[in-house]
Every structure is written in structure tokens, then in C-alpha cells.
């Protein structure tokens, strides 16, 4: 968490697939003196925190392709010391269901109280989190060695943990070059993932790259 002055300097980003509260939200969070940044649901939140990371999150539970519950998991396990709020429509919990989505603090969308969630914010971030913060987070390593398996048919892959969102996956799609430097692309978010393999020396990486995953289409970089 940055440590800033005054809560005109801090960044929110605010995380929901209702458009009409990504709208209302950010209005209201403007109006407090926020910077506010929006994202239609955990995989587009991922994207923003690839550009830069806010202050404070506050995050909907229910989403499509990632949801909330997901999203906040990695933030938890990638940055520690980042403060987040859930919020959700579906659920009338207390305040203790919060750590058990990753959160600091809960809010029910129904709750026509934003001063409350005002206050929050504030609290979470100008004063100590009441939890650890020290821990060393899980970021997998920024090239990753690609590791053989069966995916979820059961047909050899060369699998990968995307740095981003945690997820693991099969390659489908390489560029790289017979030197040994490889990227492809998350299917789930996007992110572009790096990685090597354990190929035989003088072995081409054309070859190598058949044998383990024969279905997998490799590209060139220049």
C-alpha cells in the first residue's frame, strides 16, 4: 500500500459487471477526491493492475469469467499489503465473511450508506490492516518452466501457471525460436507468459515442442 497525504493523491479501483454501479460508484468515489479506475470483472481488473497498482480495491463477488471471490484471492496472495472491500448483492453476511473472500471489510450493495463505505476506505487506508501484511507473496517465477502433462482431455500438453492470474493451463499457441526463448498467451487473462523448456542438446525446439504437445501450433519471433 502507498503511503500518501491525503486521500486526492489515492487510487481506487473499483470492480463490478453492473455498468450502471461502475458508473455510480465511480461518481460518488470522484466526488470524495479519488482517482478512480473501473473494470467490468476480475479477468479487466487484472489488466489495469498489470498498469499500475491503486491503493484500494473494492470488488462485486459475482461475476463472469473471474469472479470476484477469485480476483480477490490473487490480490491477496500477489500484494498482501493492498486493502480490498467486497461488495455484493447476493449475500446479507457480516462483517467475518470478509476474510473468508480475501477481503478487509464487507459491504452489501443494498446499503444506502455511502458515507459508511467512505469511512472504510479511509480506515483502511491511513491505518494499520488488522491482519499480516509481511508475508512473502505468491508470484511464480517471471519465466516459467514449462512442465508435460495430460490437459483436461487427457492429451499431452505442455503446461504453465500464468503469472498474472494464477490459473494453470495447457500451450496451445508458441512463438519462440530454436534458442529457447518461448512466450505464449494466457487463455484466461491474456497475459503474455514466458517460459522455457528442458530441451535435448542439439535438438531442435521445433521437434521438442511436437513431441510434447503434438497439437500445438509454433510461431517465430523475430
Known sequence: MSSIPDSSRAKILFVDDDAAMREVMALILSEEG??????????????ELRRGLPDLIISDLHMPRMSGI??????????????AIAVSGAY???????AGVMADAFYPKGQSNPDELIRTIRQLMYKPLKRPTNYHPCQPPRVQTARTG?????????LLTCT????AFSVANVSGSDEGELHTQCPSCSARVQFICEVVPGAP????????SPGMQLGRVA
Request: proline fraction near 4%; glycine fraction near 6%.
Open 34 to 47: 479519488f482517482d478512480v479506475v473501473t473494470a467490468g470483472d476480475g479477468v479487466e481488473a487484472l489488466a
Open 92 to 98: 446479507d453476511l457480516s462483517q467475518s465473511y470478509a
Open 205 to 212: 525446439l521445433t521437434e521438442v515442442v511436437a513431441a510434447a
Open 150 to 158: 495430460l490437459d483436461s482431455r487427457g492429451v499431452a500438453s505442455l
Open 164 to 167: 498474472d492470474c494464477l490459473r
Open 70 to 83: 477469485e480476483f480477490l484471492s490473487v490480490v491477496r496472495r500477489r500484494f498482501p499489503s493492498l486493502p
